[in-house]
């Protein structure tokens, strides 16, 4: 059995970075957007976002989802952990040795869901357009 995947440098910049800024999200949406503009700067995910046009500032206004009080969701501060595992899964099951931001946004994408879509619809693109450039740039 092969080791598990470890985050390569960007995944790992790109996890600490959301380690340090999720915590102040006052919603998933929040959250959701903090991620895009972290991965959108970083690695594989970056460059794909980028070639979608998917930009810094929201090209439509953001609703903000329904605030949370601080502290209050206990899952939101275990959601790093929750991403870094979907990721490692992505890459095992790509027979990758590291986890890539590409895998980092699949868990992003998979573990917010609507909250995701709705974040790349006012960046400009949408889950689909993300996922045909994302699976054309992986590695098999």
Do not use: C, K
């Not at 700067?41 to 206004?61: D, F, K, N, W």
């Not at 998979?110 to 909250?115: A, E, L, Q, S």
């Amino acid at each position: 059995m092969s080791p598990e995947p470890t985050p390569g440098i960007d995944a790992a910049m790109v996890l600490g970075m959301a380690s340090t800024a999720i915590p102040f999200a006052r919603s998933r949406e929040a959250e959701a957007e903090r991620w895009l503009r972290i991965l959108r700067l970083h690695g594989e995910a970056g460059a794909v976002l980028q070639a979608l046009g998917v930009s810094e500032a929201p090209l439509e206004p953001v609703e903000e989802g329904q605030v949370r009080p601080s502290g209050a969701d206990p899952q939101s501060s275990d959601v790093v952990a929750a991403v870094s595992e979907a990721a490692i899964q992505s890459a095992e099951q790509r027979g990758a040795r590291h986890v890539g931001t590409d895998d980092v946004l699949l868990a992003v994408m998979d573990i917010y869901g609507d909250d995701f879509n709705r974040v790349l619809r006012v960046h400009g693109t949408d889950r689909d357009e993300v996922l045909e450039r994302l699976h054309a740039e992986m590695p098999l």
